[in-house]
């Protein structure tokens, strides 16, 4: 079964780094892209960034660029989000979704890691 | 950056109802355009891509058209389960995937 499985929930300080993980099974890792959605409580979807495991080539929507940064590890089929110092306004819950070229969707989903950012 | 603007941001509609969501893009993206569908606190699931084709799974009630940038997703006969907010999506500039406000399909 293809799927994608994300790190648990995360309580964190303002100023704190953080990581999350999205772990994949069930295909070739390298040979399809990752992407990070963001969704702030009540709020829509944001595409955050994407990467090709396979030779790590990023791309970062505007609004996250600086922000955030994605790596993969692909000898553990595993993408990252990373923040070095977070915000209040990074309270949001991200998901990481499977992009396939077929569709140029995002067909595969984690289930989602809350991140909650508080003094 | 390509904006993407669904109508309405909610509507009320009762089960067997035809339902009409549509999203209309700031410029031309041909059929660059998917749909997905948010249940609370689920993760979003893909329903269409390339505006018309009906992902692997998915029940044929389901149905998008348009080309351009107006596009709209049916629902031939609304079910209890199809309760959830759906998105539109651009993917007509590679790497910068823009989704719409999303439209949330209440119970009347």
């Known amino acids: 079964e293809v799927q994608l499985v994300q790190s648990g929930a995360e309580v964190k300080k303002p100023g704190q780094s953080l990581k999350i993980s999205c772990k994949s099974s069930?295909?070739?890792?390298?040979?399809?892209?990752i992407g990070w959605v963001r969704q702030m409580p009540g709020k829509g979807l944001e595409w955050m960034g994407i990467i090709y495991p396979d030779d790590s080539d990023t791309r970062y929507s505007p609004s996250f660029q600086g922000q955030v940064t994605i790596s993969a590890d692909k000898s553990i089929t595993t993408a990252y989000l990373y923040w070095s110092s977070l915000k209040a306004s990074d309270t949001a819950m991200y998901y990481c979704?499977?992009?396939?070229?077929?569709?140029?969707?995002?067909?595969?989903w984690g289930q989602g890691t809350v991140v909650t950012v508080s003094s | 950056d390509i904006q993407m603007t669904q109508s309405p941001s909610s509507l009320s509609a009762s089960v067997g109802d035809r339902v009409t969501i549509s999203c209309r893009a700031s410029?031309?993206?041909?059929?660059?355009l998917n749909w997905y569908q948010q249940k609370p606190g689920r993760a979003p699931k893909l329903l269409l891509y390339a505006a018309s084709s009906l992902q692997s799974g998915v029940p044929s009630r389901f149905s998008g058209s348009g080309s351009g940038t107006d596009f709209t997703l049916t629902i031939s006969s609304l079910q209890s389960e199809d309760f959830a907010t759906y998105y539109c999506q651009q993917s007509y500039r590679t790497s910068t995937w823009t989704f719409g406000q999303g439209t949330k399909v209440e119970i009347k």
């Open positions: 979704a499977r992009h396939t070229i077929r569709a140029d969707a995002f067909d595969i």
């Open positions: 069930g295909y070739t890792f390298g040979t399809y892209w």
């Open positions: 410029q031309s993206i041909s059929t660059y």
